[in-house]
Every structure is written in structure tokens, then in C-alpha cells.
């Protein structure tokens, strides 16, 4: 579109504007589950004015935010004022969700020792800040965010931040897994002006959420485990670990847990046999944080009492990627891989 074509635009639209568009600006909560909103005759002007303005500004943020904007958050209420230019990420499923967002060049720190497989490599512009429990302050504090995006390793830390930096929690709730990670990624999408490219995005782990589910009917049981330091733990329903597994595909739990919290309920080799899944999905704790002379989930479970379930004896037993399962979780690019991973498992 030339110049003259998109100045035509802007006064074609505040044309409208005049003749009655309301002028109420949108206040939006995590409390409700928003859905991507197309630009309005306003949100064209803004964003043909920018594009006049900056020839060479990101392609993906093609949809004009508007602002202030209004979100409740474990660290509190906040008001995000204008679009921000210098993001602090703790959290690998917002930074994930800024990857696949086009948008790495804003971030400007990432506490990177948690990353063991690469991604914090791709964001150009960003320090490194230490753990997300423990972070490097004074390292923050140089990097001068204007927002900085905690979750579920940083919620401590991130009340303690807020009384100096916005602060944007970016945890979901693992009993509406889906919904949830509608919720949070549409808002993240929203504060960085990308909401169109996140709505595919959204549609696409929708889409694949139905095939999962699909693909899981009539499937019998499953358990979930994770090893780690040589132990192996369970998780029941509404967990990290096992969200997809039971509460988007719907498998029935083959083992009730009386222990269900972020590293499960250790169990013995006896019990996954008397348990006998149909299924056994293992998820190697040590790998995903790159732990160090380490024994692997596969040697661990390569025992006859392993070898007797349903699941050993029909062949789904199945080691799904670490990482992002217990890192990066619901990036928006990772939601899908680890969703469409276990539809392919299931699939055969």
C-alpha cells in the first residue's frame, strides 16, 4: 500500500471515528478469558500512522494495541500505560510465546540459567539475570524493563519486584488447562500489539486439543511419571505434569494420588505394576535441567516389574520431550508440540 493510499486510510477512519465510534477505552482482566479482538477504525489509524512512521518496524506486530491496559495478576493490579520497548522474561512459556510471536528483539532479560536447550540464544538483546528464584538485581536493575513477566518459579519473586517494575504474571491454572493458555497468551499477545498472529496460533492448539482427545477415546488408562535423582514420582489430575494427559485427552488415571503437587508423589516400581497402566508416559526430570552424570528415565524404568504392565507389553510406553513439558509448558509454540507429540503417540 502506497503512502498516499494509507494516509487516505487514516482519515477515511477517523472520518468514522467522528461520526460516532465510541470512544470507551477497553479495560481487559486475566479474571475473564478474552479472545483476540480485530483492529478498530481507531486501531487502523494508529497502526497506519506507525507503519508511515517506522517502514522497518516488526512484521509481527501488526495489530495497534490500545493502552492503557488493565490486567489482575498474583503481584497484584496493574496498568500497563503504553506498549513496552524493554521486557524482563522470567518465565520460559512467555518467552516461548514472544518467540513465536516474531518479537525476541524486545526482551532484555532472561534468567538463563534455566535454559538446557537453546531458546533463551535466540533473544539478541538479553542479560542474563541468574534463576528465576534467585535473580541477579542489579543485573535487572541495568537492564531497565518497563515490564517485567514473572510465572510459576518466579511468583515470589515477582510480588517482591512489584514495587518498583510492572509486573505481569503469566502462570495459567492447570485445572482449565486450555482456556487457560487461551487466556494468558491472548493477553501477552495484546500488551505486545501481536494479537492477530497469536489468534492463528490459539486456533491451531485448539484444533490440535480436539485431535488429542480423538485420539485418546477409548484408549483405557495412563499414568504419568516423572524421574529424578533416581526416584520416580506420579501425578493425578489438574498438574503440570499430567494436565494434557488427563484433563485434555481424558484418559482415566490408572494410579490415585494422595500427593499432587509440582514434583509429584514418589511411588515404588511395585506400584506402577499394580497399577498396570495401559499407558505410561515418562518424563525425564534430570535431562530437562540438564543434571550431570544422571541416570536416564529409560534405564531407571528397564525392570520386569515395568516390563509386566499392559503398557510394557503392548509398546506404549512413551517418553515425551522433557523440556518443554517442565519448562517451557505453554509457550505458544510449545503448547502445540507437546499436545500434538502425545496425539502422535496415542496414534499408534
Known sequence: MTRTTRFA????????MAA???STEPTTSTSDVPSATTASASAEANDASSEMASEGASEASTTAATFPQHYSTSAGDITIKEAPKKIAVLEYGALDTIDALGLNDLVVAIPMSVDKEGLAKTFPNAKDVGQPRELDLETLAVTEPDLVITGIRSQEVGKELASQYTVYDDSIDYSNYVDSVIQVNTDLANILGASDKATEKLDAIKASA???????KDKGTAMVVMT???EVSTFGT????SSLVFDIAGMKPAFEVTK?????QVITYEAIREANPDYLFVYDRDTAIGK?????????LDNDLVKATNAAKNNHIFYPETFGQYITVHGLNNTKAMIDQLTEALSK
Open 292 to 300: 550431570e552424570d544422571a541416570q536416564s528415565a529409560k534405564v531407571l
Open 20 to 22: 460516532g465510534c465510541s
Open 228 to 230: 529424578s535423582g533416581g
Open 238 to 241: 489438574n498438574n503440570r505434569m
Open 260 to 264: 499432587n503437587d509440582r514434583h509429584g
Open 210 to 216: 480436539d485431535a488429542l482427545k480423538a485420539a485418546a
Open 9 to 16: 486510510a487514516i482519515l477515511s477512519a477517523l472520518a468514522a
